[in-house]
């Protein structure tokens, strides 16, 4: 299974457990992070751990960690004043390069992205996108948000009666507000991201680079980093306005990805899973 949809399955555990008990409040703002949230992010984000750690995909040891902790570690220093609870990052196996931010600080890169990223920055400008996600509660602010579209269907449902609800296709008003949320969400985080990068001394034209290189490969299935594809075009327009933008944060960073330091890992590199 991937791990993605191992993510899924947790988090629909996880958030149906928070929805029943009605502790979410009520609302489309990102959930404040005090009080008892804290507690269901870092439950959110342990039923995640498991699902992984069940399913033989949790890396505990392989030489991959030896690219991923110096930037990790970094990025870490930087945004941890921002969020709660620490950060800590895990490689996962899975085909698909990808990476993506639980609740409650853990961020999880498929093995694979090492291989697929040309330089350290974009690696680190993708682990600042799932740290900025963390810090801005994105996903408890998903469910938040998923509930209120669930009610919405019901009570579109109720009025137009089962059938007719059926015919109209009720489930795509659900996916519809899905969509732009998520273009939203992407491009703050994007945003956000790149200024986390500066503050960790990585280049955040990295991010950029990394949107250019997945356009421009053959992999058959898109990154959860790109799901809104095409529209990605639109958030690398906003990064590179964002970085020129600010030259006083972004000016000593060059565009050029020639000035990036190569990542280099051996190919097939073993890996000893969490047991």
């Given at each position: ?26 609302g ?13 992010e ?15 995909e ?5 030489p ?15 945004a ?9 990052f895990?490689?996962?196996h899975e ?41 801005h ?27 007719r ?26 945003l ?18 990394l ?55 051996s ?9």
């Amino acid at each position: 299974m991937k791990a993605l949809d191992l993510v899924r399955k947790a988090l629909l555990y996880a958030s149906a457990a928070v929805l029943c008990i009605g502790r979410m409040g009520s609302g489309g703002a990102p959930v404040p992070a005090h009080g008892s949230n804290q507690n269901e992010e870092v439950e959110m984000g342990q039923e995640i751990f498991n699902a992984l750690k069940a399913n033989g995909e949790i890396v505990e040891s392989s030489p991959l960690y030896d690219q991923l902790r110096p930037i990790a570690d970094a990025i870490s220093r930087a945004a941890q004043p921002q969020y709660e609870h620490p950060f800590e990052f895990y490689l996962i196996h899975e085909d698909l390069p990808d990476a993506f931010a639980a609740p409650g600080g853990n961020v999880y890169v498929v093995d694979s992205f090492l291989y697929f990223v040309r330089n350290s920055d974009e690696l680190a400008g993708t682990l600042c996108h799932e740290v900025s996600h963390t810090i801005h509660h994105d996903t408890v602010a998903k469910i938040r948000k998923q509930k209120k579209i669930t009610e919405r269907e019901a009570r579109a449902a109720e009025l137009l009666g089962a059938d007719r609800a059926k015919r109209l296709g009720i489930p795509l008003i659900g996916k519809l507000h899905s969509l732009g949320y998520s273009r939203c969400v992407e491009s703050r985080a994007d945003l956000a991201g790149s200024d986390i990068c500066a503050a960790a001394g990585y280049n955040p034209w990295g991010l950029v680079w990394l949107f250019q290189d997945f356009e421009n490969s053959d992999l058959e299935e898109l990154p959860q980093l790109l799901s809104d594809h095409p529209a990605f075009q639109h958030r690398v327009n906003s990064l590179e306005w964002h970085i020129r933008a600010h030259p006083w944060v972004f000016g000593k960073f060059s565009s050029d990805p020639k000035s990036a330091r190569p990542i280099s890992v051996s190919k097939e590199a073993p890996e000893v899973f969490l047991p």
